[in-house]
């Protein structure tokens, strides 16, 4: 008998182990970004007419908000520039809801998803040090991830929305 293991043996072995040591390590990394992909297939999924009083299409205003209120909880905002960057990200994507409802329905559902689809750029420049501006890390890394994705998905949901 012989103590030398067949090398098919072993990696057949080996094989759940480490493809559950990768399962657990994307889910560990990547957790904020797959939440944001099941919201945003969700949204995908459940298509319905673009409406000017529906929350998505106000929620741009309350994602602005969200990132003053996070720089103001994690002591950023007086980095330089960052409250005035953060200040011009409210004002952009208020005006671009506040569009969206004032103009015709055809043109509000495209302005309504731009303005979703513009947030996941500003959630990419928040997340990495694209530009070296002081504003990265005003939120958390996992907030961008998931915003990133659920934007996009989001704005694509808004975009493809059937017309009333």
Do not use: K, N
């Amino acid at each position: 008998m012989s103590d030398v293991t067949q090398p098919g043996a072993l990696l057949d072995e080996e094989a759940p182990t480490a493809w559950r040591d990768a399962t657990r390590r994307l889910l560990t990394r990547w957790w904020p970004a797959l939440v944001g992909l099941a919201i945003g297939v969700i949204g995908l999924l459940d298509l319905q007419p673009w409406r000017r009083s529906d929350p998505p299409t106000w929620m741009p205003i309350g994602l602005a908000l969200a990132y003053l209120i996070f720089g103001m909880a994690r002591g950023q905002l007086h980095r330089p520039g960052v409250l005035r960057l953060e200040l011009a990200g409210l004002v952009l994507f208020t005006g671009c809801v506040v569009l969206a409802v004032l103009v015709d329905t055809d043109a509000g559902q495209y302005i309504a998803g731009a303005a979703w689809i513009s947030h996941a750029a500003w959630d990419v420049a928040h997340h990495r040090d694209l530009s070296r501006h002081h504003a990265v890390g005003v939120v958390p890394r996992g907030w961008a991830e998931f915003c990133i994705v659920l934007d996009l998905l989001m704005g694509a949901s808004l975009i493809a929305a059937p017309t009333i």
